[in-house]
T-cell receptor, first 115, second 109 residues
Framework: GAVVSQHPSRVICKSGTSVKIECRSL??????MFWYRQFPKQSLMLMAT?????????EQGVEKDKFLINHASLTLSTLTVTSAHPEDSSFYIC???????????FGQGTRLTVV | EDQVTQSPEALRLQEGESSSLNCSYT??????LFWYRQDPGKGPEFLFT???AGEEKEKERLKATLTKKESFLHITAPKPEDSATYLC??????????FGKGTKLTVNP
């Protein structure tokens, strides 16, 4: 299947700092990328949808100024958590569509811990 | 609003003990129903896509089926390495996937 690489896999940061998470599609061009957040024993909650070259569409309740998404190319999307606080600690996962296949392929996830 | 409900929340099986996981859904205009496997601390791994009622797909010990209201993931003679959380998701009119909370499967040797 298609490969989506997410980096870093784990990050610990201090409260008030910003953290950037990268999501790359390695063997296909991703027309659309999605960012999810997952709490323990909960399902994946969609945060935002990004299309290459355009502004991301955020789900209701997600602060767009706090979770900055950039989809600069067909193979790279980034999520920046700005001014992180302990309540932002979570598992963040990206997924990518090629447009030709209906299924989305997921990155390995990033465990963010804000201390 | 598209919704997905998975049951049971958790399932413990002995190695070789076959069972089924359920995914009930409501969606306007089903474009696809997806099954994923997720290991702890990892992203979901794609298993199957089903498009229409009556469709079935198989992969090793797993078989997914679809009706107009639900999907089943049948696990035949499971092994400990099948232990994981299994996620069901639907895609309706938009490209967005709506996920259920998953079923955590534990297979004891």
């Amino acid at each position: 299947g298609a490969v989506v690489s997410q980096h870093p896999s784990r990050v610990i940061c201090k409260s008030g700092t910003s953290v950037k998470i990268e999501c790359r599609s390695l063997d296909f061009q991703a027309t659309t990328m999605f960012w999810y957040r997952q709490f323990p024993k909960q399902s994946l909650m969609l945060m935002a949808t990004s299309n290459e070259g355009s502004k991301a569409t955020y789900e209701q309740g997600v602060e767009k100024d706090k979770f900055l998404i950039n989809h600069a190319s067909l193979t790279l999307s980034t999520l920046t958590v700005t001014s992180a606080h302990p309540e932002d600690s979570s598992f963040y996962i990206c997924s990518a569509y090629s447009g030709g296949a209906p299924e989305a392929f997921f990155g390995q996830g990033t465990r963010l811990t804000v201390v | 609003e598209d919704q997905v409900t998975q049951s049971p929340e958790a399932l413990r099986l002995q190695e070789g003990e076959s069972s089924s996981l359920n995914c009930s859904y409501t969606v306007s205009g089903l474009r696809g129903l997806f099954w994923y496997r997720q290991d702890p601390g990892k992203g979901p791994e794609f298993l199957f896509t089903l498009y229409s009622a009556g469709e079935e797909k198989e992969k090793e010990r797993l078989k997914a089926t679809l009706t107009k209201k639900e999907s089943f993931l049948h696990i035949t003679a499971p092994k400990p390495e099948d232990s994981a959380t299994y996620l069901c998701a639907v895609q309706g009119g938009s490209e967005k996937l709506v996920f259920g909370k998953g079923t955590k499967l534990t297979v004891n040797p």
